[in-house]
């Protein structure tokens, strides 16, 4: 046998032996923050391939490290595609945090630990102003948004995040292995900062398991929907997608329904409504637009504003109880562009006044963003737009919210194509919140 065909022999039964030990996957990976709805609380979810216990360790910043564990679990996901691939998402909740303090973590088990991270812990009570990113459709192939995203969220720049559906392009894309990718791709945020989020008709494979199994948020709806408070503000984030996958349950509708009319009920008792006057919705497709696709939004009969009425029973859409329970502003993605509205209800337009729109608008506001990057590019505009329709950028990018108070609001466009150009930015100013303020 000559020289190289021992050595061919050598290496074959060398790369066999090699292949024939099990790749160890028990390192974390796909790190994010989630907050709980529940003050002092914070959930850190990750991601193993094999299993592993659930454990983070932490201490405040400056303090000795990791001198505080707390112990959780995981679920096992297996995703829908040919492959059922297996993934353990494990799940652990801090509690007993102290507002505002920086927090010091890393997450795993003696099997594999994550990297350092750190976030802050949610300030107490309603006399802070909490600044936010906002942004729909954000994929693992053109994010063109992501680079400034992350450092501005590094330079501390958001105290949450909100992920307005749509995410990866698709998460159960070659066996959830996209969803994977662009869950590491978002650690560099998402570790850091809460990342919260709503549905899109792009999660919607096998009902939605990828986003139902990958995200935290808070209640028991399997982050369908939910609300949560911070500072002067309540914040609803709900499932546009009831209205358009019927095949997951018509059900859902009316569940979801019922519910955000008892959230709304509740977050308009006065006692609460005096300390937290901004009610905020977040959903994925808008009930207006005026992109020149074939949309929901660009039809008059819109389900998510009127409802279906090819269902049995009818289905109610969303822009009269939202109207009726004075909600402040709606943040819509789903359409590839930014779009700025003035105050509207049933197609006509409320402004405070004809000089300043949006001080005691008498109609909620809505904003779509829905342009922070993806492999399906830009949507574009029909040449005129209705009077409802303020301002629109096909720019990409994404919007920065401050909650200033319980009266101010400031919302302002940022161009990624333009260098984080600022190219849009309103106050909204209320005096009186609740449906009062429509009259
Ligand atoms: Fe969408």
Not at 84 to 95: A, E, N, P, S
Not at 120 to 142: I, Q, V, Y
Not at 151 to 158: A, C, L, R, S
Request: charged share 25%; net charge negative.
């Amino acid at each position: 046998m000559d020289l190289v065909w021992r050595l061919c022999i050598f290496s074959c039964f060398g790369v066999h032996l090699v292949l024939g030990v099990p790749p160890i996957a028990t390192q974390p990976e796909q790190v994010h923050i989630s907050y709980p709805g529940v003050p002092q609380s914070m959930v850190i979810t990750w991601t193993t391939f094999d299993k592993a216990e659930s454990w983070v360790e932490y201490g405040v910043w400056g303090g000795k490290l990791f001198e505080l564990t707390a112990k959780g679990s995981y679920t096992l996901f297996e995703d829908g595609g040919k492959e059922k691939r297996k993934l353990h998402i494990h799940r652990v909740t801090l509690t007993d945090l102290k507002p505002g303090s920086t927090y010091v973590y890393h997450c795993g088990s003696s099997d594999g630990w994550s990297e350092m991270f750190y976030f802050t812990a949610m300030k107490s009570g309603t006399e802070w102003s909490p600044k936010f990113a906002l942004f729909g459709d954000l994929g693992n192939e053109n994010p063109q948004s992501l680079a400034r995203l992350q450092k501005e969220t590094q330079m501390g720049m958001y105290d949450i995040i909100l992920h307005i559906g749509d995410f990866a392009y698709d998460m159960d894309e070659d066996n959830a292995r996209i969803g994977d990718e662009f869950m590491r791709q978002i650690q560099a945020i998402a570790a850091y900062v809460p990342y919260m989020t709503c549905p899109g008709n792009h999660e919607n494979a096998y009902n939605f398991s990828n986003y139902k199994n990958r995200f935290s948020m808070p209640g028991d709806t399997e982050s369908l929907w939910y609300s949560w408070n911070i500072g002067p503000a309540h914040i609803i984030s709900f499932s546009t997608e009831v209205y358009f996958y019927l095949e997951y349950g018509l059900d859902l509708i009316f569940s979801q329904y019922k519910w955000l009319k008892k959230d709304l009920e509740e977050a308009n008792k006065p006692e609460n409504r005096k300390i937290r006057p901004w009610i905020i919705t977040m959903a994925h497709r808008p009930m207006y637009c005026s992109n020149d696709d074939k949309d929901d939004c660009t039809k008059f009969e819109s389900y998510v504003r009127l409802g279906r009425n090819d269902t049995k029973p009818p289905a109610p859409g969303l822009e009269n109880l939202f109207y009726l329970f004075g909600v402040d502003l709606e943040l819509w993605a789903h359409e590839h562009t930014y779009e700025r509205l003035w105050p509207v209800y049933g197609f006509k337009v409320f402004n405070g006044s004809r000089e300043e729109p949006y001080v005691n608008p008498k109609a909620p506001v809505h904003i779509i963003t829905g342009s922070a990057g993806c492999r399906e590019k830009h949507d574009g505009f029909i040449p005129k737009p209705r009077d409802w329709s303020a301002f629109r950028s096909t720019d990409y990018g994404y919007t920065r919210m401050q909650v200033l108070n319980s009266t101010h609001i400031y919302l302002e466009q940022v161009s990624d194509d333009q260098n984080g150009k600022v190219i849009d930015g309103i106050w909204i100013v209320k005096q009186e919140h609740g449906i009062a303020s429509w009259l």
